[in-house]
């Protein structure tokens, strides 16, 4: 054990980051009138919050890993779940997941929460624009109205 070196507690360079933190805080607590931290009491909290961050960020890429080997391997659906973290108390709870819901527009059209539309307009497209575009795809979509009657024949 000789050749081994000391383990030492990371130390805070004086780099000014405390500093600022210490500042933009003490700012905060004015604006609120709550009591402000100073410099020892602000390098205290921020040496806690990196090992949390640190704690937090494995524990997700972690389970985000699992859920990619479900969905690499071809499980069926039942087998993905849902996660809610908090390693303050510490809870971990595991939940079923559901189908989303659709919402019919009519048959054979529907869209969920999780759809997205792409609108190709101008650089003035305006909601009302949108509008009456769809309006109009819709009705001739449906042929309910020849185009006639609407002025564009």
């Given at each position: 054990?000789?050749?081994?070196?000391?383990?030492?507690?990371?130390?805070?360079?004086?780099?000014?980051?405390?500093?600022?933190?210490?500042?933009?805080?003490?700012?905060?607590?004015?604006?609120?009138?709550?009591?402000?931290?100073?410099?020892?009491?602000?390098?205290?909290?921020?040496g806690k919050i990196v090992p949390a961050i640190a704690t937090s960020?494995?524990?997700?890429?972690?389970?985000?890993?699992?859920?990619?080997?479900?969905?690499?391997?071809?499980?069926?659906?039942?087998?993905?779940?849902?996660?809610?973290?908090?390693?303050?108390?510490?809870?971990?709870?595991?939940?079923?997941?559901?189908?989303?819901?659709?919402?019919?527009?009519?048959?054979?059209?529907?869209?969920?929460?999780?759809?997205?539309?792409?609108?190709?307009?101008?650089?003035?497209?305006?909601?009302?624009?949108?509008?009456?575009?769809?309006?109009?795809?819709?009705?001739?979509?449906?042929?309910?109205?020849?185009?006639?009657?609407?002025?564009?024949?």
């Amino acid at each position: 054990f000789r050749n081994c070196k000391k383990v030492m507690p990371i130390q805070y360079r004086n780099n000014g980051h405390i500093d600022f933190i210490t500042a933009a805080s003490s700012l905060h607590a004015k604006m609120y009138s709550i009591e402000p931290a100073d410099h020892f009491k602000t390098k205290c909290i921020a040496g806690k919050i990196v090992p949390a961050i640190a704690t937090s960020t494995a524990v997700v890429s972690g389970l985000v890993a699992l859920e990619m080997i479900k969905v690499t391997g071809g499980y069926p659906f039942e087998a993905y779940k849902n996660c809610f973290l908090n390693l303050a108390i510490p809870v971990i709870v595991f939940t079923e997941t559901s189908e989303v819901r659709k919402t019919e527009i009519r048959s054979g059209i529907s869209f969920t929460i999780w759809d997205r539309w792409i609108i190709h307009g101008k650089e003035d497209f305006t909601l009302l624009d949108f509008i009456i575009t769809k309006i109009f795809t819709t009705i001739l979509l449906c042929n309910t109205i020849p185009l006639h009657i609407l002025g564009m024949m």
